[in-house]
């Protein structure tokens, strides 16, 4: 029983010591591990809620319109799929860690042989035909020195593509509250504009009802009552449609908000109380644009350009390789602690891939155009984003003063309605004249309401012009 166990330690101790050896060797410890700290423009590992300016929002005095904006970050479904974007990036990382560890194979298999009565050269043997049965364990390894940093740069690469994922990430919370916040400023203009048109749908009413006693008295025609009649078909028309507009708004606004969740109906405020924060002496400089998210997206697609490069011409030098097994052999009967069962080989060597060099060349030129392309991209982005944050102000600008115009209006059309109450009180004009002066004055507000709501959605373009730097 003592050499049955002195035999079994010398079998598993040489397994034990490769194995040991060459994990100790090349696993990473811990305190090399990357975490994703703070990159430029706010990317963090934080929920995605946290990478936004809430602030900034809260300046259109809308409680409303913040929580639905914090519900679309978190359920939207192109922020979901973003984030499991970031997360796959950041597992990839993780893979070109383990790269660094050697290759090895442990294995094992119960083999039955029969030896044949010819040999190699042909010449029949005696042998008894008798089937063998034997053990084979093998423990094989290889390992590739990274003489020139490829398994670096494949890492280098993976974290490029990681903080792309990040920044696309961020590009796709920047989209989401922006197409957010202006469905819902697009829907409050509507449900306000729908209650100005039932206004003046009843001011048309109470008019076809004033023709109709005039008529019955000869002081009308029947014409007159056609035409108001027609007007009030054209009003009840508007309406009919932009309810049904509104509608669509409000269920891409749902699809935002609640994602696949269960929809919780919002109490949509009034488009009067949201706050206009932005003057016609609006003006940002250049440098703002500097951490848009397609600017460092664009950034890190020429760095992973730069990489593949780098890793074509690394893939033209030659390769060095150690690898070896260890393995036992015996029969399943009666010598299995045997040790002449037991082998070992080593060896090194250098590979080079020499009819592959054209194909390699083929590629690199491939990689290089490709490097090219990106750069020509990179400017292409920087030009777009000085445009896009040139055109936001020019119409921010535009429609604040537009906006002012129409307030302007507004407020003279209230003082003229009003004189005209005053006159009707004193039986100076009809009634007629002062639903004239109602309607001319609602007219104004649904003209200062579209403007209000131009001002706000440009207001939002100039805020995903800046990417968010407001």
């Not at 003592?2 to 010591?17: D, E, H, N």
């Not at 509250?177 to 001011?203: G, K, Q, T």
């Amino acid at each position: 029983m003592k050499y049955t166990w002195l035999r079994l330690a010398k079998r598993v101790i040489p397994f034990l010591i490769i194995f040991i050896s060459f994990w100790g060797a090349c696993v990473i410890p811990a305190s090399c591990k990357e975490n994703i700290s703070v990159l430029k423009a706010g990317v963090t590992e934080a929920n995605g809620s946290e990478r936004v300016n809430w602030s900034w929002w809260e300046s259109f005095g809308d409680t409303t319109l913040v929580d639905a904006l914090k519900k679309s970050v978190n359920n939207s479904f192109d922020v979901l799929i973003a984030d499991l974007k970031a997360k796959e990036a950041e597992n990839y990382i993780n893979s070109s860690l383990k790269d660094q560890v050697p290759s090895l194979t442990l294995g094992g298999s119960l083999v039955e042989a029969n030896p044949a009565r010819i040999n190699y050269f042909g010449e029949e043997r005696n042998t008894a035909q008798k089937s063998i049965g034997f053990l084979y364990l093998p423990l094989e390894f290889s390992y590739e020195f990274d003489f020139w940093g490829i398994r670096s740069g494949q890492r280098a690469y993976a974290k490029a593509n990681r903080d792309f994922a990040e920044f696309e990430k961020n590009y796709v919370i920047l989209s989401t509250l922006s197409n957010v916040s202006a469905l819902y400023f697009n829907i409050l203009n509507n449900e306000n504009i729908i209650s100005l048109y039932e206004e003046i749908a009843e001011l048309k009413r109470q008019k076809i009802a004033l023709s109709n006693e005039k008529l019955e008295l000869g002081l009308a025609t029947s014409q007159e009552i056609i035409e108001l009649q027609k007007e009030l078909a054209g009003i009840e028309s508007k309406k009919t449609l932009l309810k049904a507009k509104n509608e669509e708004l409000k269920n891409k606004f749902y699809l935002f908000v609640s994602g696949d969740k269960e929809r919780t109906p919002v109490v949509f405020k009034n488009i009067d109380d949201i706050n206009v924060f932005y003057t016609t002496s609006t003006e940002f400089g250049t440098e703002r644009i500097a951490n848009r998210p397609d600017i460092l997206m664009a950034e890190k697609k020429v760095r992973m350009a730069q990489l593949d490069v780098s890793e074509v011409k690394r893939s033209l030098l030659p390769r060095f390789v150690i690898s070896g097994n260890v393995y036992h052999l015996s029969r399943t009967t009666n010598d299995f602690f045997d040790s002449e069962n037991t082998a070992y080989r080593i060896s090194g060597g250098v590979l080079h891939g020499i009819f592959h060099k054209k194909k390699n060349l083929c590629v690199l030129n491939a990689k290089k155009n490709a490097y090219r392309r990106v750069l020509k991209e990179y400017e292409k982005v920087i030009a777009t984003s000085i445009n896009d944050v040139n055109n936001s102000l020019f119409y921010l600008k535009s429609c604040i003063k537009n906006y002012n115009q129409a307030k302007t209006l507004a407020e003279n059309s209230i003082k003229y309605m009003n004189n005209e109450k005053e006159k009707l009180d004193m039986r100076i004009i009809t009634l007629e004249t002062f639903i004239d002066a109602q309607e001319k004055y609602i007219n104004s507000k649904i003209a200062e309401s579209e403007s209000k709501t131009e001002c706000l959605v440009h207001t939002i373009s100039l805020y995903k012009a800046l990417g968010g730097n407001v």
